[in-house]
Every structure is written in C-alpha cells, then in structure tokens.
C-alpha cells in the first residue's frame, strides 16, 4: 500500500475552532492516522528536525533535536531559536534567515554549538522552507546530523598522522615524525634535502615551532633568489656608506633570528665566497656587518634546505666538504611525493578543507574516477602541485564532489579526455557545455581576471559577462 505523506503546517498558537489543538504540533497527518503517527514517524529518525517560524520562535523539534541539542526546557515550542540552538553561526548570521532570503536551500554545513550542559558538538546542517497549501513561505526547517565523534576521529587521526602542518601515514613520513621531535630540542644545525615542493620549509617551520626556541623569531631567506652582493647584506647586514645606496645602516638576518632560528632555503645555490663566509658564522657565531668592523656575536639556530644533490657538488668542486659536514650535523632527507603515494588521500582532503574555508565551498571529497586520476599522476612538482591542482578544481567545482572534468586537463591521461567529451555529448547541448567548462578553467587559470580570459578565449568582454551571468559566476 502506498504511504501518505507527512507535512508540516504552520503551528497556531490559538487553536482555531474545529482545529488542531497546541498539544498537536506541526504535524499534518494523513486521513485515518493520528497525531501520535505521524510524530512517531519523525521520533524515530536519527536526524535532528527543528522547524522555525519566520519571528525565529520554534515550532517543532523531533526526539533526535531535542536529544542532540540537549534543551533544558521540556517544551522548547515557542521559544526563540538562538537559545535553543546556540551554535556559532547563529551570533554571525542565522543560517536559516539565508535559506529564506536566496530560496535556496543549505546543504552539509557544519556548525558548532554548545549544548546545555557546556559541551562542544559539531552537527552537519541541512535547511529547506517551510510553506503552507498556498505556497507562502511561513519559516523554514533545519535537519542535521551529531558528527561530533566523527569529528574527533578525525582530528585524532590528524594528530597521529601529522607534526606541526606536515601530513603523512606512509612509512618513510611516520620514520621522519619520530625524529622530528627529538631534533627540534637541539641546537644541532639541520640540513633538509629533498625535491623541490616536497614540503621542506614545513618541515623548518615545525622544528621552530617545537623547538625551546619557539617564543624567538623564524626568519627564513631563499638565497637563490639574490645575488651575491645582496645576499651577503641580507644575511649579516650593513653598515651605512657600505656601497651606493645604504643611507643607513641595517641588521642581516642573522641578527634578526638571533634567539630564534634562520631558515635557509637553496643553500646549494650559494656562492664559493659566500661558502667561506658561512661557515664562519657558523663555527664561531659571530659576523661583521658588510663595510663594518664591529664584531656582532649571535645566538641562531641554523636550518637549511636544498633540492640539490650535494654530495655530488662536493666531488665537482662546487660545494665545499668543510661546510656541507657542518651544515649536515642533523639531515633529513624528504621523499619525492610518488614514493608515498598512500599519503595521497590525506593530502587532498586537507587541501579540500582548506580551500573550503578559503573559497566557501562545502566540497566533500572526490569522484571515484576523479581520485583514480589523482593516484595515478606520478606529481613531478610534489606536494606543491598537488595543492595546486586541488585548488584548480575547488575553484571550479560547485557541487559537493570534485570530477575529473575540475581537474587540470594536463592530468588527464588520452582516455580521459576521450570520457570527458564523451561526456559531453550526452548533455543536451554539447557545445554550450563545452564552452562553459573552458570559461570555468581560463577564470581558474587566470584568477578570475575578465579581461585576461576575454583575450585568452578571443571573446568578447561584454559577450563573456553575459555567459558568465547565464552560469552564476557573476
């Protein structure tokens, strides 16, 4: 037999004759049924239901809100919204006055509230309107789901697959976080070697930010970037009329770590000269500034990184054994991205989770066959290239799973690309859907710039408005 549905119609605070009594609620039950139905019905649902009036006064709760949310008062109908629910989002902005405004509803939103008893709980929030037989919006209601022990779960799986913002549950990263937390109680200088984007100045960051050393400044320099007559006034400073242009005179960054630690990034792209000169301020911890003759005494700890091999620049000449030895006292070697594949799944979901709270995207993970394509790309940029490609396809993505179409095509193996228009021509109007998917990827690629994306599709600017208008992106 077919069921009858069950609604919700608008609660009367004064019982009209002939009509519902308070004690009936919101439920509107079927012919032959009864009150105690239709509210059994949505007793016994593991979601919490709260239906909310437009003066924000309750309606309705469900025995799974009143359970989750933990409301004191025993009958919560009538009261105001706020005081019941409690969450963050409703001292920013009502969540469900949203829903009202736009029409549209929310969808997996997670929100934090404390409960009556000042306990922390996170729910995943789903809102809809409310409307009576004539169609006019009266409020709106809010479904959501306990997520708290998933929630926890999740971040004691983060605590145990991580150190500082560095993320990892394969072999080589569990061996590398053992050690990190007994090298960031030394002095010992570090070098850190490994491919370029494979994370190294994370890895600097959290052995400050572990270290005793925590409270004293982390001063970072890429001495790839600077020539040698600026990086040798970058690192020990000047004094004034040292050369053309130095009014005044200025601290290095070794006196600006000084109590703290100095990162230096591309250690193996340094100089001879500027090698010699190092190493002295790393055996004897003091240094002149350039053109001085003042002795400056320092107390920094000193890590540095390359994605060169420097044991090979050691046998050309290019690198000198006496420093290498001494910048290597404590090394660490970071393996290349395709050598920790399993690391992949956390990774990504931790790039999702950032561009969600960047963008305000309720992205929640990926399409199987879009996830195939991202174990199977071999990353010759690292981690770096992985974050930005899962920030290519945030940006593109509006719905709550990223697909291959959001991935970069550069990814994408023949076969794919071959789904992908594949695809296409089962939408009802192949080219339009085409066009869209190349406007979405040039307003990613160029950061949103109208008129770079106009001259990159030989578009017209005011022609790309109105397309942009036609698919919400504007």
Not at 159 to 182: A, H, N, T, W
Not at 188 to 200: A, F, H, N
Not at 307 to 324: P, S, W
């Amino acid at each position: 037999m077919k069921s009858q549905p069950v609604s919700i119609r608008p609660y009367s605070r004064k019982p009209e004759e002939n009509g519902p009594s308070e004690n009936e609620g919101l439920i509107a039950f079927p012919p032959g049924g009864s009150p105690s139905d239709a509210q059994a019905i949505l007793d016994s649902l593991e979601e919490g239901i709260v239906a909310i009036g437009l003066d924000k006064k309750i309606l309705y709760m469900n025995r799974a809100a009143r359970e989750i949310l933990k409301t004191r008062d025993e009958n919560p109908i009538s009261s105001d919204c706020r005081k019941v629910v409690n969450s963050s989002e409703c001292q920013a902005r009502c969540v469900l006055a949203k829903t009202v405004e736009t029409g549209e509803p929310i969808r997996n939103m997670e929100i934090s509230l404390v409960d009556a008893f000042g306990r922390r709980r996170v729910l995943r929030l789903n809102t809809a309107l409310l409307k009576d037989s004539a169609g006019k919006v009266f409020g709106g209601v809010e479904i959501f789901h306990d997520i708290t022990q998933i929630v926890a779960l999740k971040e004691e799986l983060k605590g145990r697959y991580s150190f500082g913002r560095i993320i990892g549950r394969s072999e080589k990263m569990q061996e590398i976080f053992d050690l990190l937390p007994v090298i960031a109680q030394s002095k010992s200088t570090v070098l850190i070697e490994g491919e370029s984007g494979t994370g190294k100045e994370l890895v600097a960051h959290a052995l400050h930010e572990n270290s005793p050393r925590r409270e004293g400044p982390f001063v970072k320099l890429n001495c790839a970037a600077l020539s040698e007559g600026v990086l040798e006034s970058e690192l020990f400073g000047h004094v004034r009329g040292a050369f053309t242009g130095a009014v005044q005179s200025r601290p290095g960054r070794f006196e600006l770590a000084s109590g703290g630690t100095l990162f230096l990034d591309e250690i193996g792209e340094i100089s001879s000269s500027m090698q010699v000169k190092l190493l002295r301020v790393l055996q004897e911890e003091e240094f002149e500034r350039v053109g001085g003759t003042k002795t400056v005494k320092v107390d920094v700890r000193v890590i540095a990184a390359t994605n060169r091999d420097l044991k090979q620049a050691m046998e050309t000449g290019e690198f000198r054994k006496d420093l290498y030895y001494r910048l290597r006292v404590i090394p660490i070697t970071l393996p290349p991205l395709r050598e920790r594949q399993e690391d992949l799944p956390l990774l990504i979901q931790s790039f999702i989770d950032r561009y969600n709270a960047e963008l305000g995207k309720n992205i929640q993970g990926l399409t199987s066959e879009a996830m195939k394509v991202l174990l199977n790309y071999h990353y010759p940029g690292n981690i770096r290239e992985l974050q930005n490609v899962i920030e290519h396809a945030a940006l593109l993505c509006n719905e709550s799973r990223i697909d291959i179409r959001h991935l970069p095509g550069d990814l994408l193996p023949a076969q794919a690309q071959s789904t992908f228009l594949e695809a296409a021509m089962l939408e009802a109007n192949p080219v339009k859907y085409l066009e869209e998917e190349l406007i979405k990827m040039a307003m990613a690629e160029y950061g949103g710039n109208v008129s770079e994306v106009a001259r990159r599709l030989s578009m017209g600017r005011s022609t790309l408005w109105r397309r942009l208008k036609e698919m919400k992106l504007a």
